[in-house]
């Protein structure tokens, strides 16, 4: 889920939050017995960004490395699904692709009470702002190069090659996501309709583009999901994996692109700002290099894989507003996630009129 705040509040790590703690004995005989040259003892930290499964720094006098565990407590169907991340990230190592090497996954909750996985710490930059502003705008471009072709990497990947032809459902990807994300909408009861959701519900079944295509998605392709090089214009990892599956490569390659419309209050963004005078490709050469980068001549229906992207933020933005009515809503940004959710239905009804 995407968080709108600072970058401070979301860099480095600091020490384990009380609710969080884990069994520093138990987690040292793990390793001792599934990493590969671990040698304690182990400092622990935890890092501040917002993920949904917490994580954590490990520090060894050798070595530092990365644990990522399911919540505590009882947690909806397939959600916080570490062992898909880690499944993902044993796929795509070996194929060359950025990711962490993964040291061990842990299906045993008498270990540290859920589900885990450890994998290598990587150092590198990691980008809050999607201007890049801490770049010289001479280089800008070059960054945006290599985020270009990560992801069409990424999606020009034959996942049965790779071990992954099982990820996830095959074709009508679309079809199945709207169909989520309404049916989410239309339980949601105390977050109450909204004439411009039920609009953009009505036209976009009707509205798919023809044709049916699947790769390998990472459902949240954002610059801040990213480690750079700490002096160069290349990726060393792509992280956080929890929405990855088998699905649409241009819903992937629009979620991660539509930060050319996205309001940088709420996700990062470039909404409102004129790339050219930051030194940044502008949203058409930005799409013209991705359809390069895997042999498309043109993405035809562009505003549609926008529209259907702003729709699901929407709708998840919409089952915010009703955790909040009814009280539960456990994030600090709720508030502030429900105070946009009008702009996101909005863009998302933007791009569908361009499409008309």
């Not at 996501?177 to 949601?188: A, F, L, P």
């Not at 610059?223 to 792509?238: G, K, M, Q, S, T």
Request: proline share 6%; charged share 20%.
């Amino acid at each position: 889920m995407p968080d709108a705040v600072s970058d401070a509040a979301n860099q480095g790590t600091m020490d384990v939050r009380d609710g969080f703690a884990l069994d520093t004995a138990a987690l040292t005989r793990w390793m001792q017995q599934n990493v590969d040259g671990f040698e304690g003892p182990i400092d622990l930290l935890q890092f501040k960004g917002g993920q949904s499964n917490p994580t954590y720094k490990i520090v060894t006098p050798s070595a530092s490395y990365v644990l990522r565990r399911k919540p505590l407590g009882h947690l909806a169907k397939g959600a916080h699904a570490v062992d898909r991340e880690a499944r993902i990230l044993s796929a795509l190592g070996p194929a060359g692709f950025p990711v962490a090497k993964l040291h061990g996954l842990c299906t045993d909750d008498a270990v540290l009470g859920s589900w885990f996985y450890v994998m290598s710490m990587v150092e590198g930059r990691i980008f809050w702002d999607a201007t890049f502003n801490a770049v010289p705008v001479t280089d800008r471009r070059t960054y945006f190069s290599a985020m270009n072709t990560t992801i069409a990497n990424l999606h020009c990947l034959d996942p049965c090659a790779v071990g992954l032809g099982g990820f996830g459902h095959h074709g009508n990807y679309f079809e199945r996501q709207i169909g989520r994300w309404t049916k989410s909408y239309d339980m949601d009861k105390d977050a109450g309709r909204d004439a411009d959701m039920d609009a953009l519900i009505e036209w976009l079944p009707d509205a798919i583009p023809q044709g049916d295509e699947v790769s390998i998605v990472h459902g949240d392709f954002r610059c801040d999901n990213l480690i750079f090089h700490p002096h160069e214009p290349r990726i060393l990892a792509v992280l956080d994996w929890e929405l990855s599956t088998l699905g649409h490569p241009l819903a992937d390659f629009a979620y991660h692109s539509m930060m050319y419309r996205m309001p940088p209050d709420i996700v990062a963004g470039l909404g409102g700002a004129n790339p050219a005078e930051l030194g940044l490709p502008t949203e058409a050469e930005y799409i013209a290099e991705y359809c390069k980068n895997t042999g498309r001549g043109d993405i035809p229906n562009y505003d549609f894989y926008i529209a259907f992207n702003f729709f699901r933020l929407a709708a998840i933005f919409h089952g915010i507003k009703g955790r909040v009515a009814r009280g539960s809503a456990a994030s600090l940004h709720a508030e502030a996630r429900v105070a946009a959710y009008p702009r996101l239905v909005k863009l998302a009804l933007d791009a569908a009129e361009a499409c008309k």
